[in-house]
């Protein structure tokens, strides 16, 4: 068994390896839908919402991948952790191990960290390569957690030609040490950044917007983005939660989402836009899904007038076996990473 720490995993994983990983996961669960398995995540609440901890959630969430010629079982074990940023950690902590399913042998142990904030974000990556627009040049960030460091790299690996990139956070502070920790990891992305003090400033001349927060209240309204705009919104991953309004929902001309039976449970923006009886859309005018795109069985010309396009992400541990089967297989192949004889 190879153990894999997280500095062994970012020296390994590349955001063009993920998305390269998830796309051809994608197009194999289109043509063999039996080759991958993935069974509901195990979603377990963890403290009562005090004033010494607030309320989290630890996720159990396996599949089984065959490739066409091995099976493999992949399970990541995550915990939630909101108060985590206060003591300099990760708020979504996680580790994932990778099985033959032949023999029952466990081939890899990984940090999951930083595989979750990279499969997450490549997963807006595909999403924006097929809906944002081509020219597009300004990205709006709104959260700057841990997951949007890569959700940035992400973007700007599918448009190459952004220039500027508007962020906010609630807390400026935070949005400031995002702008400087990002021109330091991620140099090759040359962007002007402005911190911005309200939403309204950071999302009004974006062509692509990305939400990452906790909100439980849609953080703006449709009149106030261009109507061309492609958003992608990861956070809100609770039925309770909300970061996209409904009126920016029934403005959308394309809702794609990675994983409709998940999104059922988790997508709390689409939920409560679909129990609303002042809103418009419901779950059946659902555009399709991220393996629609992959497979094209969805096309939107990014070079027309696309209208407003959202992406809604909760995540699958599909995704997860895809990027950590890849890692797995590489560590196999090149020795990486410390052998352990169990």
């Not at 195990?42 to 901890?53: G, R």
């Not at 807390?171 to 911190?195: D, M």
């Not at 106030?224 to 956070?235: L, R």
């Not at 939660?241 to 059922?264: W, Y």
């Amino acid at each position: 068994m190879y153990v894999l720490d997280i500095d062994t995993v970012k020296e390994q994983l590349t955001m063009s390896m993920a998305i390269n990983a998830i796309e051809k996961l994608l197009k194999m669960q289109s043509d063999h839908p039996k080759w991958v398995k993935t069974p509901e995540r195990l979603v377990i609440p963890t403290f009562e919402q005090n004033d010494n901890h607030p309320n989290g959630s630890h996720l159990s969430m396996p599949s089984v991948v065959f490739d066409g010629e091995n099976e493999y079982a992949v399970v990541k074990l995550v915990s939630i952790c909101p108060d985590n940023p206060k003591r300099g950690k990760p708020t979504t902590m996680a580790t994932i191990t990778v099985s033959d399913n032949a023999t029952g042998e466990m081939l890899a142990f990984l940090d999951g960290i930083y595989i979750t904030q990279v499969r997450t974000a490549a997963l807006s990556g595909i999403a924006t390569k097929h809906l944002a627009k081509q020219d597009s040049r300004i990205v709006a960030v709104v959260g700057t957690g841990g997951m949007a460091y890569e959700q940035l790299n992400a973007i700007l690996t599918v448009r190459p030609n952004i220039k500027q990139v508007n962020i906010w956070n609630r807390t400026l502070q935070v949005a400031h040490e995002f702008q400087n920790r990002f021109n330091k990891e991620y140099p090759q992305w040359q962007v002007e950044f402005e911190v911005c003090e309200n939403i309204a400033d950071a999302i009004k001349d974006a062509d692509i917007i990305n939400l990452a927060t906790r909100a439980t209240i849609g953080l703006f309204e449709a009149s106030q983005i261009k109507p061309d705009a492609h958003i992608n919104a990861i956070g809100a991953y609770q039925a309770k939660m909300k970061e996209v309004s409904n009126s920016v929902i029934e403005a959308s001309a394309s809702v794609i989402i990675d994983d409709v039976k998940g999104g059922l449970h988790e997508a709390g923006d689409l939920i409560q836009a679909h129990n609303d009886m002042n809103c418009s859309w419901t779950w059946e005018q659902l555009t399709g899904t991220l393996s629609d795109l992959v497979t094209e069985k969805v096309r939107i010309d990014t070079n027309e007038n696309k209208g407003i396009t959202l992406f809604k992400s909760v995540g699958a541990a599909s995704f997860d076996a895809a990027v950590a089967l890849k890692i797995a297989q590489k560590a196999k192949e090149e020795g990486l990473g410390q052998l352990v004889k169990l």
